[in-house]
């Protein structure tokens, strides 16, 4: 077997975490129309090539601004579990042995859609998939930052009777223009409730939002991070406070935050000595789950099987999961890349 070849089966056989994933990103056409029809949504576009081919973005605002509209047929319950169940199949197939979930209740709350109707089917579908399969999983609620420090608190108060199905907090939508600062109080009280918490940073914005990340939101970790790797502080900072960066190659390319994904910059990431992960953040609309993403790692750039290795057992050692799992799960890593 050539050497692509041997790192693909490795990658796919290899037990994996998923920590970047937004789970309205998770809506495939079919299953968008099927719930459109199923809820009386009039979509925007009338067949599923049409809207398929409407997934050119030129940045992360084009992006958004579909994701905001296909989110719209999730009404009930039952469309939330449907939606997460059908992922979660999806990335079991794939050998995903834990998933941490982002969720966005400010873009239901407005269409009238209540919270615990949007947490009940997402967490029944969680806890579906850990008695058939023993999969495990965290939720994170996210905050849009196109919107006030008003509303995420607003949130965070409806949130309240919800927080033992919680376990961290995340800060997502249109990055510039919307520096992490501008929550700095809302983050505070989530981390003096005791949820971990995270932001979206540097994936389109400059490094100084990665900085606020760090020093205003005070993050357990980095989604993105990308751009933190034009000022050579931050990047000794965040190796300092040890955080991890969850990176999301295909994302970074349809979003045209990397030109070419030969230009990747995951594997200077790891030879920085940075804990960067590879996730797949909206998988429906960037052309990949989690195997396609590590693919396209491996039959694009030089990727090595000791860089295959080590992102993998950085999914596991910087997931949110308990500490016994991840030995568990270090120890079936370590005999598949050792055989
Ligand atoms: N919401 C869903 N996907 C996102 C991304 N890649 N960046 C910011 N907000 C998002
Ligand atoms: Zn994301």
Redesign the pocket.
């Known amino acids: 077997m050539n050497n692509t070849k041997t790192l693909t089966s490795l990658a796919k056989a290899m037990p994996k975490t998923e920590l970047h994933l937004?789970i309205?990103?998770t809506f495939e056409p079919d299953q968008m129309f099927a719930l459109a029809q199923r809820n009386n949504v009039q979509l925007k576009y009338k067949t599923v090539d049409e809207l398929k081919a409407a997934y050119q973005f030129t940045n992360?605002q084009d992006?958004?601004d579909l994701?905001y509209q296909g989110m719209s047929v999730l009404l009930k319950e039952a469309d939330f579990y449907d939606l997460t169940m059908a992922y979660l199949e999806k990335v079991h197939s794939e050998n995903v042995i834990h998933v941490e979930i982002?969720f966005?209740p400010q873009g239901h709350l407005s269409r009238g859609v209540d919270f615990e109707t949007q947490i009940h089917g997402i967490h029944k579908a969680l806890r579906d998939a850990e008695s058939k399969w023993g999969m495990t999983s965290r939720l994170i609620m996210?905050f849009l930052r196109h919107l006030s420090e008003e509303s995420a608190f607003e949130t965070l108060e409806i949130a309240k009777p919800f927080l033992h199905l919680i376990d961290g907090i995340g800060l997502?939508?249109?990055?510039v223009g919307h520096p992490p600062e501008k929550f700095t109080n809302v983050f505070k009280a989530c981390r003096d409730l005791g949820l971990k918490v995270t932001a979206?940073a540097g994936?389109e914005g400059p490094p100084e939002y990665v900085w606020q990340a760090l020093d205003t939101i005070k993050v357990d970790r980095i989604d993105?991070g990308n751009r933190a790797l034009e000022d050579e502080n931050l990047i000794t900072e965040i190796k300092k406070r040890e955080l991890t960066l969850t990176v999301?190659p295909l994302?970074n390319l349809k979003?045209c935050v990397v030109d070419d994904m030969q230009d990747h910059p995951i594997r200077k990431m790891l030879t920085l000595g940075l804990k960067a992960t590879v996730n797949s953040?909206?998988p429906a609309y960037f052309g990949g789950y989690m195997n396609d993403n590590y693919v396209a790692l491996i039959e694009k750039t030089q990727i090595t099987k000791e860089e295959l290795f080590q992102l993998a057992k950085n999914g596991i050692e910087c997931s949110w999961m308990d500490d016994s799992a991840k030995q568990a799960h270090l120890k079936s890593l370590d005999s598949l890349f050792l055989a």
Request: negative net charge; glycine residues 4%; hydrophobic residues 25%.
């Open positions: 937004h309205e990103g992360l992006f958004l994701y982002f966005d996210s997502d939508s249109s990055e979206h994936e993105h999301c994302s979003l953040d909206d």
